[in-house]
């Protein structure tokens, strides 16, 4: 009886991870809008942001300031990340959270790829992720 009961509780679990689509590359269109940073967080530090539209713009905001930066959608096409150098505005913050706004600008800035998986995006540099990204729900 306790076998079957937990076959129940855990079979619809299972099946769906047997469903869930593979991580493959990313194309523009699967980019398009807001991801987030999801990672632990330190006090006083926003959420760190990517929002990426179709002409290939970036902007967000990186724990502490905004930024703005743009991809090579070419690239994108040929399933390359290519982001270029984003500016930000420059307010200090707690060290944790600066140190974290740093961490997640130089993970943008030197992924190479990126892979899409349902609603995560990872960035990554080689076969390394950089930065794991969800869909906010909002």
């Known amino acids: 009886m306790r076998a079957s009961f937990l076959i129940a509780l855990f079979l619809p679990l299972l099946l769906s991870a047997c469903a869930s ?25 926003r959420v760190p942001t990517l929002t990426i539209q179709r002409d290939g713009s970036v902007h967000g905001n990186g724990g502490v300031n905004t930024y703005r930066s743009s991809l090579d959608t070419a690239a994108l096409a040929r399933g390359q990340w290519r982001a270029h150098p984003a500016m930000a505005t420059r307010m200090a913050g707690p060290q944790e959270s600066m140190a974290l706004e740093h961490a997640f600008l130089e993970a943008i ?6 892979e899409i998986d349902g609603q995560r995006l990872r960035l990554l540099q080689g076969k390394t992720v950089t930065a794991l990204l969800i869909r906010p729900s909002f």
């Not at 689509?21 to 530090?45: E, K, M, V, Y």
């Not at 800035?109 to 990126?114: E, I, K, L, Q, W």
């Open 109 to 114: 800035g030197r992924a190479d790829a990126v």
């Open 21 to 45: 689509s593979a991580p493959r590359p990313a194309t523009l269109d699967d980019l398009l809008g807001t991801w987030q940073l999801d990672a632990a967080i330190p006090i006083g530090s």
